[in-house]
């Protein structure tokens, strides 16, 4: 599969919106299109402010994600014909913009991503947080 950047965005957070084009030939003349949003985010401090053992907690969260956080939004339509394919793929691009730039441009949306990512990694891996 081939990525190409298609477009970078500014946010008003300060975050970086990466978007990409991975679209690819399903069979014959059929493509699937596929569009994807990309932001890290990278992993502070001050993203844990409101957590007991915050030093801890980043630690751990830097130990299994390394500096950043990835978020990923995909927005697809398959068998989409080779002569429609720019055209759906513009589609979908304006479309994910209307439905998450406002979201991921959110002041609060990397200290609520660590957060979440944290409390995933909880629940998945209890053992990186216990007492030892």
Do not use: C
């Not at 957070?13 to 493509?31: F, H, P, Y």
């Not at 992993?43 to 969260?61: G, W």
């Amino acid at each position: 599969m081939s990525e190409k950047l298609f477009e970078t965005i500014k946010l008003d957070n300060d975050l970086d919106l990466e978007i990409w084009d991975l679209s690819r030939v399903i069979a014959g003349d059929r493509w699937l299109v596929s569009v994807e949003a990309r932001i890290n985010v990278p992993i502070t401090i001050e993203h844990l402010e409101t957590l007991p053992d915050k030093e801890k907690i980043l630690a751990i969260l830097k130990d299994t994600f390394g500096r950043k956080i990835s978020y990923r939004y995909i927005q697809e339509k398959f068998f989409v014909d080779k002569n429609k394919k720019r055209e759906v793929f513009r589609e979908n691009v304006e479309r994910l913009k209307e439905s998450v730039l406002k979201y991921l441009s959110h002041p609060d949306f990397a200290r609520k991503l660590v957060l979440s990512k944290n409390r995933e990694l909880k629940a998945q891996k209890p053992h990186l947080f216990s007492e030892s």
